[in-house]
């Protein structure tokens, strides 16, 4: 959960990818694709929850997340 004031920017996403999977978020303006992908690269952190990419924790294991 990502919030902004008293907006929700991502609330309640799950998404499970296969890995070598390529991806596109689409939806309109203001949906909250940036904000998702600005969490999965460790460039904001969730309000609540965790963001994990190839099973690992998007902000604790940053480093390993970004090497792949």
């Known amino acids: 959960m990502k919030?902004?004031?008293s907006v929700?920017?991502?609330n309640?996403?799950?998404l499970s990818l296969p890995k070598g999977a390529i991806y596109a978020l689409v939806g309109r303006?203001?949906?909250?694709k940036t904000t998702t992908i600005r969490m999965l690269l460790d460039l904001s952190l969730p309000d609540a929850g965790t963001?994990?990419?190839l099973g690992m924790d998007c902000h604790a294991?940053?480093?390993k997340v970004r090497s792949g």
Do not use: F, I, Q, T
């Open 3 to 5: 919030r902004y004031g």
């Open 8 to 10: 929700d920017a991502v």
């Open 12 to 14: 309640g996403l799950s």
């Open 29 to 32: 303006n203001g949906s909250g």
């Open 51 to 53: 963001a994990r990419a």
């Open 61 to 63: 294991e940053r480093v």
